[in-house]
């Protein structure tokens, strides 16, 4: 499952993860009260989640879908990069963490990582966090 307010990106990470043997994309949405009201548990094994976006963040979808299934495997995709946004995803159940601006091998290592019951955070943190 994809949630990111961007089409492209969407579009553009579906087509990445779906040129890989075994994976398939499920479902995306655009907003993260369209993925809450949509959550469906059984309907995929990883949540790849936007942090900033319009009307719910990513933060907060997560702690939905995580109230309706606490064993979810979330990872964080952003382009904030911060220390501070890695913590608040730790304390909240997040499994994994991932920036925008990795390459596909980190996201695809993440995914792996985290459906085998591990933990995959960002290798880059900003100097900033």
Do not use: C, W
């Amino acid at each position: 499952m994809i949630v990111d307010d961007h089409e492209m990106v969407i579009q553009g990470l579906k087509a990445l993860i779906e040129s890989q043997p075994g994976f398939v994309v499920t479902s995306s949405y655009n907003d993260g009260k369209e993925a809450i009201s949509e959550f469906d548990p059984e309907n995929q094994d990883i949540v790849l989640m936007d942090i900033n976006m319009p009307i719910i963040n990513g933060f907060e979808t997560s702690a939905e879908i995580l109230s309706k299934n606490k064993d979810e495997k979330i990872i964080m995709l952003s382009m904030e990069v911060t220390r501070a946004y890695m913590k608040k995803a730790l304390e909240e159940g997040i499994k994994g963490y991932v920036s925008k601006s990795a390459d596909i091998f980190e996201l695809l290592s993440a995914i792996k990582s985290v459906f085998q019951g591990n933990k995959s955070f960002s290798n880059f943190i900003s100097i900033n966090g």
